[in-house]
């Protein structure tokens, strides 16, 4: 081809080959991005697999209020926690993890105001300790 400043064009020809192998390699792409968001699927329902196994239990006061409530696997606390004053009002919420408590836990005063929130790791404070005043700030 030749253009108005009399110069020459070169447009590549593309074979069939050439597009039949872009062609391959987009397909291959695609798989591989499919394969990788199934398999990121399998593993987070793997984890949910022991929900099922989970016996939803609860304590009582002597009075009969709610203490705490929670999950236990194999009679150990496992998952979400929640322990609650004698009134009704909640105490602590956290995550118990492989009978040990894991992530933040957040504590309440017995009004419902923030008390605190700890971070801990394999049953240990990890991070920092946020002590709240009563006005809700710390």
């Known amino acids: 081809l030749i253009n108005e400043n009399k110069t020459k064009i070169v447009i590549p020809s593309m074979n069939m080959l050439t597009i039949t192998i ?24 793997q984890e949910n697999i022991l929900d099922i196994q989970c016996n939803s239990t609860q304590y009582f006061y002597s009075s009969g209020n709610l203490s705490s409530e929670g999950c236990l696997i194999n009679g150990l606390p496992n998952g979400i926690w929640k322990s609650y004053y004698e009134s009704g009002n909640l105490k602590s919420i956290g995550n118990w993890k492989k009978n040990k408590l894991s992530g933040e836990w957040i504590f309440y005063n017995e009004d419902s105001t923030l008390d605190r929130k700890i971070e801990y790791e394999e049953d240990l404070k990890n991070g920092e300790e946020i002590i709240y005043f009563r006005n809700g700030k710390f």
């Open 22 to 45: 872009n062609y391959i390699k987009n397909i291959y792409i695609l798989l591989v991005c499919v394969l990788f968001i199934l398999f990121s699927l399998k593993i987070n329902s």
